[in-house]
């Protein structure tokens, strides 16, 4: 079967690989690779490439919020001699 890993998506992108999802762990991709297979669960991985996407967008807007408050945290910083 077909899916679309977002595990890594905003390093990588959206994967698009062939895997096997379990019977008894329907929340689980098995990927087989060169060496061992990869196990992609609950929402790192998308039966189609529109879930991915939305998927994707999230995982951006809540980075984005992240690195907002560390820009933020930052240009807080006080190198003032008076300061501790």
Not at 12 to 34: F, Q
Request: charged share 25%; net charge positive; proline share 6%.
């Amino acid at each position: 079967m077909k899916i679309w890993i977002t595990k890594h998506a905003l390093t990588k992108g959206i994967l698009c690989r062939e895997a096997h999802i379990p019977s008894d762990t329907p929340s689980m991709a098995i990927v087989e690779g060169p060496c061992m297979p990869q196990y992609f669960h609950g929402k790192n991985w998308h039966y189609s490439r529109a879930q991915a996407v939305a998927q994707a967008k999230v995982m951006q807007e809540k980075k984005i919020k992240n690195l907002q408050k560390q820009l933020a945290k930052v240009k807080a910083l006080s190198f003032d001699e008076d300061t501790p």
